[in-house]
């Protein structure tokens, strides 16, 4: 089976789904902009040049638009029942990977096993975000302008956010979609990522990462935030053909490897960037038994999966508190991606992860990830950590 279609298909709903996002965030942006323009403006200081006028009302406005933004991104991130925040960006790019995968492969049948769904969106109280994400959808379509639609309802919105809902991945295609993995990173304006993966009969066969503010160049030495990177990474990966990553912008793709470093003492490793999702004081004892030296790089999402592909970094632990359960859309995409590139997924027990058994993955402890050559004394490192803090409690 070469799947080539199901990936060009992938490939397409995720790096619109991944414009949607931006766009999201730069309207968020460029409203303040002008809000804090016209301010100024407005407060007389219109009367020097013109040059002068629109470079002070640019800092003023940027200023204004560092303290705004969070407040306006707030009136668009709600929270679900389980206390995590989802946003309009969410809700929207779920509808735009389920329309453009239905679109690509009408002769398939469709199943999706997704984070979000309909529910809150058919409330009375959420009737404006409803149309707010059935614009940013309709807008995201026309600028990219491959389908000829009339504007989507939100009717249609509800429908393809709902679209081939299944929670049952033992048997048969089901695609796996988490449409913002990090939320909280997206949020901040730091790391996310659209993650896409595709089962057949329980087994992984192509993932898709979609990290629009993810560098080109690596962060392995902890310079994610630098300025001078051009950011925006896409990563695909199909079974038995190894990784790739192009930018979103659509260049050409290029080939990439987990890092080959065996000596922990030159390794570094990542982790969450939220204290709340991984005990960061359980991956720092396990670096320390293995003689890792560099302190750890902490990002959101499964952006850590993709940099970890192309070597930025050659360790991640993930140990999520107590009474957490992971779910398949927060690790299939990237599981591929990492060991299509050469690299080893397992949980902390060092068993394979087992996507074949519904929305949750049921692991051991966490989730470890490293190449082939260091896993036997990652896993040493990790059960030995382990057994220390559960008897130190
Ligand atoms: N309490 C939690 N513990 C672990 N992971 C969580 C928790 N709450 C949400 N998540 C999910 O963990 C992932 C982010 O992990 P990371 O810490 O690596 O950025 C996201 O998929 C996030 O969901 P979401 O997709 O809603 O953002
Ligand atoms: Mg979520
Ligand atoms: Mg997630
Ligand atoms: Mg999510």
Redesign the pocket.
């Known amino acids: 089976m070469s799947y080539d279609k199901e990936l060009a298909a992938a490939k397409k709903a995720a790096t619109l789904a991944a414009s949607l996002c931006q766009a999201f965030l730069f309207l968020s942006f460029s409203t303040f902009s002008l809000m804090g323009i016209c301010s100024f403006m407005h407060l007389g200081c219109y009367k020097g040049s013109i040059l002068e006028t629109y470079m002070i009302s640019y800092i003023y406005a940027w200023f204004l638009d560092m303290k705004v933004q969070k407040e306006l991104l707030k009136s668009d991130v709600h929270s679900k029942s389980?206390k995590?925040?989802?946003t309009v960006a969410?809700y929207g790019s779920q509808a735009l990977v389920s329309f453009v995968l239905e679109r690509e492969l009408p002769t398939e049948s469709f199943s999706l096993v997704a984070?979000e769904d309909s529910g809150d969106l058919r409330k009375d109280d959420a009737q404006e975000t409803l149309q707010r994400i059935t614009a940013l959808v309709n807008d995201t379509l026309a600028s990219d302008g491959s389908y000829t639609v009339s504007s989507l309802t939100t009717e249609d919105v509800l429908r393809a956010i709902d679209s081939g809902k299944s929670e049952d991945g033992s048997s048969g295609r089901h695609w796996v979609l988490?449409p913002?993995?990090?939320?909280?990173?997206?949020v901040r304006g730091d790391?996310?990522a659209i993650a896409l993966a595709l089962l057949d009969d329980g087994k992984v066969v192509l993932g898709i990462l979609a990290c629009p503010n993810l560098p080109l160049a690596s962060i392995g030495s902890g310079n994610q935030h630098s300025s001078h990177n051009e950011v925006g990474c896409l990563f695909f990966a199909k079974v038995g053909s190894g990784t790739y990553m192009q930018p979103l912008d659509g260049s050409s793709p290029v080939k990439v490897h987990v890092s080959a470093i065996q000596n922990p003492e030159e390794a570094s490793f990542f982790?969450?960037?939220?204290a709340?999702?991984?005990q960061h004081d359980l991956s720092s004892t396990i670096a320390k038994k293995l003689g890792v030296k560099a302190p750890p790089v902490r990002?959101?999402?499964?952006a850590?999966y993709g940099a970890l592909s192309r070597g930025d970094g050659v360790i991640y632990l993930?140990f999520?508190?107590k009474g957490?359960r992971?779910?398949i859309?927060?690790h299939a995409a990237g599981s591929i991606v990492v060991t299509e590139a050469g690299g080893v997924v397992s949980d902390a027990g060092g068993k394979p992860l087992d996507f074949s058994k519904g929305k949750y993955l049921d692991v051991d402890t966490g989730i470890i990830v490293t190449n082939k050559k260091l896993m036997p004394s990652l896993l040493k490192a990790v059960k030995e950590s382990v057994e220390e803090k559960a008897s130190s409690l």
Do not use: M, N
């Open positions: 389980d995590s925040p989802v969410d984070e988490d913002i993995d990090g939320t909280k990173g997206f790391q996310y982790e969450s960037f939220e709340a999702h991984s990002i959101d999402s499964q850590k993930r999520p508190h957490y992971e779910k859309w927060d």
